[in-house]
Structure formats: C-alpha cells, structure tokens
C-alpha cells in the first residue's frame, strides 16, 4: 500500500502549487527517489517492487502539473525554469534522510534533466548518493533546422505561455498501453498518448537546462546513465517503436553523458523502448540487473555501515 504525502509549495506564476510524494517503505535505511519525465507521472508499481525486493524503501514524486498533483487551475507540464522543480525535490529528500542513510534518486527522461542540474546544484551537502538516469533528456531529437529555433525562445518568446504547433504524434503511447496492444495500464487523462502541448516557455526553459549541462556540470557522486541501443524517428506507430526509442536519440544521451561530472558509467540496452522499465520483460529484467550491480558497485558499498 501507497503513502500519500501532499507537498505544499510556494506559488508560481499560475498560483497555487503542490507536488506529491508517493511512497512504498520496508523499514530499510536505504531508500531510492523516482522523478518523472514529460507527459508522464508515477504508476510504474513494478518498479517500485523491485527496489523494495531489494531491500530499498521506495519514493516517487509527481511533480508540479503533472499527475496527482495537477490542480484545476493550472496549465500541464508549464514551467519557466527547470529550477522550478526544485522546492519539491528539496522538500521530498528532506523527508527521506530523516529516516535514510542512503538515497538514490532514479530519474527518466526530462526527470533526468532535472535530477542532474539538481544534484550539481546540492554538491557537496551529502543529500544524494547516487544517480540512476533512464533515458535523460540531454538535448532535443529534431533535424538541426529546429534545434536553432527553438535556440530563438532565448528571446522574448521564452516568456510566451503559447503553445507551439508542433503536432501530435501517438506513436509512444501506442507502443506502451494495452488499449493498442502494449502491456501497461495507466491513465490516460495523467498520460495521454498524444502527449501535453509543447509551450514556448517550457521549450525554452528545457534548453537553457540543456545548455547548462553541455557546458558542464560537477556532480559529485556516481551516475549511470542507461538509454536504449537504437533511436527511431517516426510519427507513426510502427511494430519497431516497441524495441526502439521513439523519443529521443540514444547517440545524444551518449554524447553529452560525460558532461555530468567525474564517475559516469553509460550502458546501452540493447531493445529498449524511451522508458526502459517499460520495456519488453526480458529488456526490462536486464535494465533492473544492470541497476542492482551498478549500485552494488558503486552506491551501496562505500562504507556505508549502515547499509544491508
């Protein structure tokens, strides 16, 4: 059974604020923290299950305008900095190292993103030991034409609330949800398979992070970074978008992985889809063992008594 803890934040731009904090504990003084990527929030139980088979109190927050924590007033996804996101990740480690040795925070997609200018950001302070980024969300996957202008949004357009014609594609949310043959269950109102409008603002404020992190961050503790071993760019479902990642390009989360700081360990898995815990049983069962020897290796054993 889930624990829910609603986390109150200052008002933004739109208003009222809150972000949710789920959680699932064992009584471990290890515990691991999952923050979400775009169009997305948490209902990925059976990675939940499995850190807690090993013995690791699991957390996950929906953050701000996404999931359980979006409020009738508010627009999806819409933030001006990535640095928005902060407070909550604040508040939520806050909560777990009152009762944890050891954390871990598991990040996907634009989750990634933001989890690494984070941990930079908290360098030094011990909050974090490791970082688990599935599929971050580095740099944009669109023909160079595109990336330039949406460089253009550092301008005045990067305050500009309008949403961007950009078009929907459903090609992700059909690969993943059982109402077209894939084998995941959500909700499609927190998920929808076209995704959530793409603002200027938003877009603007995702590639100053990107930027941010070309030019270098300085994070602290080790990272693994996991993307999908092929990238396929269509607009349409294809039987390929399950054993392909369809959002981004795994050749630019390579690239700019070193970026992070001095211990990055990258691993490409081989049929993985965008989020690789969603990924067909035998891809997803090697992306938990590769996680379970990474954090063996790197995060659980470093002299940490307290650990199990």
Same mark, same amino acid.
């Given at each position: ?33 999952? =923050? ?19 013995? =690791? ?78 599929? *971050? ?7 160079? *034409? ?9 301008? *005045? ?21 059982? #109402?077209?043959?894939?084998?995941? #269950? ?19 404020? =995702? ?67 965008? #989020? ?14 590769? =996680? ?17």
């Amino acid at each position: 059974m889930y624990e829910i803890t609603v986390l109150r934040m200052p008002a933004d731009f739109e208003g009222e604020v809150v972000a949710t904090l789920i959680s699932r504990r064992t009584g471990s003084r290890r515990a691991v923290l999952y =923050i979400h990527g775009f169009t997305d929030y948490f209902f990925q139980d059976h990675l939940a299950e499995h850190y807690l088979a090993q013995g =690791i109190d699991f957390y996950a927050l929906d953050l701000r305008k996404y999931g359980r924590s979006l409020l009738p007033h508010q627009t999806r996804g819409l933030i001006k900095s990535i640095t928005d996101y902060f407070p909550e990740i604040d508040e939520a480690v806050r909560i777990i190292r009152q009762d944890h040795d050891e954390l871990t925070v598991n990040a996907h997609s634009t989750g990634g993103l933001t989890a690494a200018l984070w941990a930079d950001r908290v360098r030094g302070r011990g909050l974090v030991d490791g970082l688990v980024l599935n599929s *971050p969300f580095f740099d944009l996957n669109v023909p160079t *034409p595109l990336r330039l202008a949406a460089d253009v949004l550092r301008g *005045p357009l990067s305050y500009s609330a309008r949403a961007l014609p950009l078009g929907v594609s459903m090609a992700y949310g059909y690969s993943l949800h059982r #109402d077209h043959g894939g084998e995941w #269950d959500y909700d499609l109102e927190m998920k929808p398979h076209g995704g959530f409008a793409v603002h200027a603002m938003w877009l603007a404020a =995702i590639r100053r992070a990107q930027r941010r992190l070309h030019g270098g961050l300085a994070v602290d503790v080790p990272v693994l970074v996991l993307s999908s071993s092929t990238g396929l760019r269509v607009r349409d479902f294809v039987p390929e978008a399950r054993s392909a990642d369809i959002v981004l390009d795994p050749r630019q989360i390579a690239r700019w992985a070193p970026c992070l700081g001095p211990h990055v360990t990258c691993v490409r898995v081989q049929d993985g889809v965008h #989020d690789l815990v969603l990924s067909a049983e035998p891809v997803r069962k090697q992306v938990f063992a590769e =996680i379970d020897r990474w954090m063996a290796a790197y995060v659980s054993y470093q002299g940490n008594e307290n650990s199990p």
